[in-house]
């Protein structure tokens, strides 16, 4: 798989990339087969694969070998698609994949996630450390199944990896008080404090961003059912994107919802 030019420049401008046609039928039914052996949900246990050699080795010490032929084939399938270059070339720098894993969603009328942006401490109201604002994952994000507006895809809101790199900045610098910021109604009220608004500006290249993002963001408060950020996408397609942006997992209305995901960040701070 190439990542472009311009799929570079829109990735750092957009926040996110589709990328078409990725995975061969084969692949894509035996993925599938695969995840479909877990408990449907995201982030339970058996959702994880091993994502490097240490993490094989312990399960192999374990004697869960079917997962460990799974990760062996989900790897293989990453080094094919050159998933490490692609991560390294966004970043500019050494990326490590961090994280491997696959789940499923049963059709329902409820979002799989709200809008919200990750690296935002899950909504806590206090917290003690903040972290630098380049610690974010690269996300790929393989379909295995149909996706489309109000049907499962990852609706994502162009742009706002910009604007919530610019708070956790300002976080991270101390130069506003931390508040809840996880959910889009809590950073838009982060951004509007009047103590907040200019100091989160200076961080951007205009005003004109941060002016756009709170009138998108106003408008997916008012009508939770807004699709104008969500797309179509198959099985096999694939959707890059800055996990800092602020994006939801729309409700899976017309069929189940299956997804691989490899999560990759800077080398330099797996360890951190």
């Known amino acids: 798989m190439e990542i472009t030019d311009i799929d570079l420049k829109n990735l750092n401008d957009q ?104 690296q935002a401490y899950r909504g806590k109201l206090n917290v003690e450390k903040i972290n630098s604002p380049d610690l974010f994952y690269l996300k790929f994000f393989f379909y295995l199944t149909d996706v489309s507006p109000n049907n499962g895809c990852t609706s994502y809101i162009p742009g706002s990896h910009k604007i919530t790199y610019a708070v956790r900045s300002c976080l991270y610098e101390k130069k506003i008080e931390y508040q809840p910021f996880w959910s889009i109604k809590d950073l838009v009220n982060i951004i509007k404090k009047k103590e907040n608004y200019n100091k989160i500006k200076q961080k951007l290249s205009s005003e004109y961003e941060l002016i756009t993002f709170l009138t998108n963001a106003e408008k997916c408060i008012s009508n939770n059912l807004c ?23 729309s409700n899976p209305t017309k069929n189940d919802r299956v997804v691989l995901r490899y999560l990759y960040i800077k080398s330099k701070q797996v360890n951190n």
Request: aromatic share 12%.
């Open 227 to 249: 699709t104008d950020y969500d797309f179509c996408a198959g099985p096999g397609d694939l959707l890059i994107f800055n996990e800092g942006g602020v994006h939801k997992g």
């Open 15 to 118: 926040g996110f990339i589709i990328k078409k046609n990725i995975l061969s039928d084969l692949e894509i039914d035996r993925i599938k087969a695969e995840i479909l052996k877990n408990k449907s949900g995201k982030g339970g246990v058996e959702t994880y694969y091993p994502a490097n050699n240490k993490q094989l080795i312990i399960k192999l010490l374990k004697f869960d070998i079917k997962r460990f032929f799974s990760a062996i084939f989900f790897l293989k399938i990453k080094n094919k698609l050159k998933l490490d270059k692609a991560a390294s070339l966004f970043f500019g720098e050494t990326a490590e994949l961090s994280m491997l894993d696959g789940y499923h969603n049963p059709i329902s009328s409820n979002d799989i996630l709200p809008w919200h942006s990750d």
